[in-house]
């Protein structure tokens, strides 16, 4: 996969959240694995509580997508991979956020 979801095995995130994140991922065209081969770590196991909705999820990305490993550098996908990380970010960013609230651009 090119983005692994991690939380925990469900105990640090709910399932909802994982599956909005799963599919911003997928949406934007990567391959989307959830809770393995990482299924978060020490972050998402002391800050996870989803039943107090404190939801912690770790997102694994692979490094070839946008950087030239050998070099430590970005590679020629880099800019590209960025415009649409932005916009799987926006996506998770808007998780949780009620529908009717509107953010002004100023």
Not at 11 to 39: D, L, Q, T, W
């Amino acid at each position: 996969p090119e983005f692994v979801v991690g939380a925990r095995l469900g105990a640090a995130a709910a399932s909802c959240v994982v599956a909005r994140i799963e599919a911003a991922c997928a949406s934007a065209g990567f391959k989307v694995a959830c809770n393995m081969p990482f299924a978060g770590a020490y972050i998402c196991q002391h800050y996870g509580r989803p039943s107090r909705r404190h939801h912690a999820v770790q997102i694994e990305i692979d490094r070839s997508i946008y950087m030239n490993e050998s070099l430590i550098k970005p590679n020629a996908n880099f800019k590209a991979f960025k415009a649409v990380l932005d916009g799987v970010i926006g996506e998770i960013a808007d998780i949780g956020r009620p529908a009717d609230l509107h953010v002004a651009a100023e």
